[in-house]
Nanobody, 122 residues
Framework: QVQLVESGGGLVQPGGSLRLSCAASGRTFSSYGMGWFRQAPGKEREFVARISWNFGNTYYAELLKGRFTISRDSAKNTVYLQMNSLKPEDTAVYYC???????????????WGQGTQVTVSS
């Protein structure tokens, strides 16, 4: 079992930045790595970024490259998502996920966090 607790969401103006954190506990060694997904109102949940636990290999959704950065602190079992130059269309609930394999779809996720709301608005 793996428990994931997200934090860092909130309201930010367009062009601003936020950093999300996800603290993992439990059998984290059994997962490939961690990822972030997001779901906007009325839309399907979509992949944002992922990072492997062992080598820190990263992969991003093409449209978010350059604005979002995923990182990890293995000693703390914590993953971060730094979001810069935020746009209103980035408004969504952001979910942390423990990935079973290096994938980008919900079927590749073994555990989900509870989600944290990010709202980009003036």
């Amino acid at each position: 079992q793996v428990q994931l607790v997200e934090s860092g969401g909130g309201l930010v103006q367009p062009g601003g930045s936020l950093r999300l954190s996800c603290a993992a506990s439990g059998r984290t060694f059994s997962s490939y790595g961690m990822g972030w997904f997001r779901q906007a109102p009325g839309k399907e949940r979509e992949f944002v970024a992922r990072i492997s636990w062992n080598f820190g290999n990263t992969y991003y959704a093409e449209l978010l490259k350059g604005r979002f950065t995923i990182s990890r602190d293995s000693a703390k079992n914590t993953v971060y998502l730094q979001m810069n130059s935020l746009k209103p269309e980035d408004t969504a609930v952001y979910y942390c996920a423990a990935l079973r394999v290096p994938g980008t779809r919900a079927e590749h996720v073994e555990y989900w966090g509870q989600g944290t709301q990010v709202t980009v608005s003036s």
